[in-house]
């Protein structure tokens, strides 16, 4: 390489470095997936025996507990901790803590949605317990090592590899119940997962790939829920469960892209939005991520919007999200879910110190403004 007449190496000019051959760092996590409809008091106790527990704590909602206990049945439960709030608040968190030490567990059972475990993490982030996650929902947390807790109107995330789950156990039958509205929400924060994942601070070739398939894979399976919805035969029924299978690997791909790519604007806007409006995760992540995606658009990246534009099978990604929330009738409105116009400033005033300094297009106080003034 030339030199100057001070013998240093020049600095490349952009053009150059846009010719050099592609590098990145990509990390993998270690983490083992058990998968299977109606398998989840099998694969529980297999995951409870390989990692040598004999007394594990079981995380759970009082409204999933009786479900959740039968699931557990034999595994030597030595705690159970029902206590699951919303966003983590840290007092809850050092309460499951306390809970897990008197008890002397040796393991953690997260038998329920994003919060529940998203507590399991933030008790295996001080003690290092291993976790065994159960999703009830499509939120994605049980395949990520991002942790985050609330308190003073203030949520607080973070990545350490304590708190992801050793083992996941995805069986479709516990989704079953799911009231349709929240099985659209929570589907639409995961593929809020793979659409911030495009231009997220650490997006490469290898977590977009997870977050394309994860979009297709929802897509799909998404529409073929909102069209078996109701459906009483047995085509009805068999096409339910392949579709929530469909969505429940999708999630797993969506949150594996979040993982390694890290929380680009969408999701900082919306931890901005539940952590200080105690708003509700799933519906702030749906409504939000058309908003966003249209402003991230508008930077022309044409290679990011294209292929996410293929997976909707259109020319344009924006419109061909916009089809498929009124396909499975989407939530559209923050109004709806306790914002007010009178809460904009303050929530633009955080978003804008958190947002992630490479996004595409700047972000900006008027420009959230009028995003926020959109989504409301």
Known sequence: MPTDDRGRTPQ?????RKMTPLTFNHRLLTQEVRFGTGLAAVNVGQAVTSLGANRPMLITSAREESQARRITDGTGVAAVFTDVVMHVPREVA????????DADVDALIAIGGGSTIGLAKAVALTSG???IAVPTTYAGSEATAVWGMTENRTKTTGTDTAVLPRVVVYDSDLLST????????SGLNALAHCVDSLWAPKADPINRAHALEGARLLRDGLVGLSAAHGAADEVGAAQEVASRELTLAGCYLAALSFSSAGAGLHHKICHVLGGTFNLPHAET???VLPHVLRFNAAAGDAAHVGRLAEVFGVEDAVDGLEELYERINAPRHLGEIGFTKDNIPEATEHIVAAAPKDNPVPVTEDAMTRLLMQAL
Do not use: S
């Open 12 to 16: 490349r000019t952009q053009r150059e």
């Open 178 to 185: 799911l009231p349709t509205g929240m099985t659209v929400a």
């Open 94 to 101: 050092e309460r499951a803590r306390r809970v897990a030490a």
């Open 129 to 131: 317990l291993p976790i």
């Open 285 to 287: 992540h749906a409504i």
